[in-house]
Antibody
Framework: QITLKESGPTLVKATQTLTLTCTFS??????????VGWIRQPPGKALEWLAIIYWDDDKRYSPSLKTRLTITKDTSKNQVVLTMTNMDPVDTGTYYC??????????WGQGTLVTVSS | QSVLTQPPSVSGAPGQRVTISCTGS?????????VNWYQQLPGTAPKLLIYDYNNRPSGVPDRFSGSKSGTSASLAITGLRAEDEADYYC????????????FGGGTKLTVL
C-alpha cells in the first residue's frame, strides 16, 4: 500500500524559504522508473506542476520556477524534500507530493496548505 | 495560461455523455507525450483517472475513457452520475519546457 504525506510550515513570510518534506511508504525510490513529484494548487485555481525527482536522481523543474526550486531525495529515510526560495503571497496554496510511475501521478498525498504573509 | 487548454466548464444531465477536450501543440501532445487525466472532488487531492491516453487504473469505472487525435486529447464520460461532478485536469510533458510536466487549466463538470 503506497502512501505519501506532506509536512512543513503552514505559514511563511514573504522572502523566506519554504522547505516541504514528503514522507512515503510502500515503495522505494531505488526502483527503476519510479519518481516523486510536487504539484501545487492556489486556492480556487488549477494544478501547477512544480518538480519531480526520479530513482536515478534525474530532476526536472518547472521552467518558470526553476531558479527558486530544489528537489532532493533521501532514500534511506523514504523522503523527498522540496525547497522554494523567496516566497511571495502568490505562492499561497496547497502543495501535494505524488508517486509517479513513468509519466503519471498514481498516488497522491493529502496536501498541505501553505500561506505566505506579506 | 497553461500550454494545455481545457474548457473552463462543461455540463450534462444524469445518464448523458460529456467530453472534455485538452488542446496542446506539437511540443507536447503532438510530440507523442502521454496524456493523463485526473479527477478532483471538492476538498480532496486529485485522483488518477486515465493514464497513457486511454488506460484506466484499477477501480475506475469503464464509463470513463480517453482518446487522442493530433495535438489534442479528450476525456469522455458516459452514463453521467451526480458523483461525477468534479474538476478534471489533463496532464502531459512538453519538450519546449525542458521536458517538464504540465497540467491543463482544469474543467469543472456540473451534473444538472
Amino acid at each position: 500500500q503506497i502512501t505519501l504525506k506532506e509536512s512543513g510550515p503552514t505559514l511563511v513570510k514573504a522572502t523566506q524559504t519554504l522547505t516541504l518534506t514528503c514522507t512515503f511508504s510502500g515503495f522505494s525510490l531505488n526502483t527503476s522508473a519510479v519518481g516523486v513529484g510536487w504539484i501545487r494548487q492556489p486556492p480556487g485555481k488549477a494544478l501547477e506542476w512544480l518538480a519531480i525527482i526520479y530513482w536515478d536522481d534525474d530532476k526536472r523543474y518547472s521552467p518558470s520556477l526553476k531558479t527558486r526550486l530544489t528537489i532532493t531525495k533521501d532514500t534511506s529515510k523514504n523522503q523527498v524534500v522540496l525547497t522554494m526560495t523567496n516566497m511571495d503571497p502568490v505562492d499561497t496554496g496547497t502543495y501535494y507530493c505524488a508517486h509517479t510511475w513513468m509519466t503519471y501521478f498514481d498516488y497522491w498525498g493529502q496536501g498541505t496548505l501553505v500561506t505566505v504573509s506579506s | 495560461q497553461s500550454v494545455l487548454t481545457q474548457p473552463p466548464s462543461v455540463s450534462g444531465a444524469p445518464g448523458q455523455r460529456v467530453t472534455i477536450s485538452c488542446t496542446g501543440s506539437s511540443s507536447n501532445i503532438g510530440a507523442g507525450y502521454d496524456v493523463n487525466w485526473y479527477q478532483q472532488l471538492p476538498g480532496t487531492a486529485p485522483k488518477l483517472l486515465i493514464y497513457d491516453y486511454n488506460n484506466r487504473p484499477s477501480g475506475v469505472p469503464d464509463r470513463f475513457s480517453g482518446s487522442k487525435s493530433g495535438t489534442s486529447a479528450s476525456l469522455a464520460i458516459t452514463g453521467l452520475r451526480a458523483e461525477d461532478e468534479a474538476d478534471y485536469y489533463c496532464q502531459s510533458y512538453d519538450s519546449s519546457l525542458s521536458e517538464s510536466g504540465v497540467f491543463g487549466g482544469g474543467t469543472k463538470l456540473t451534473v444538472l
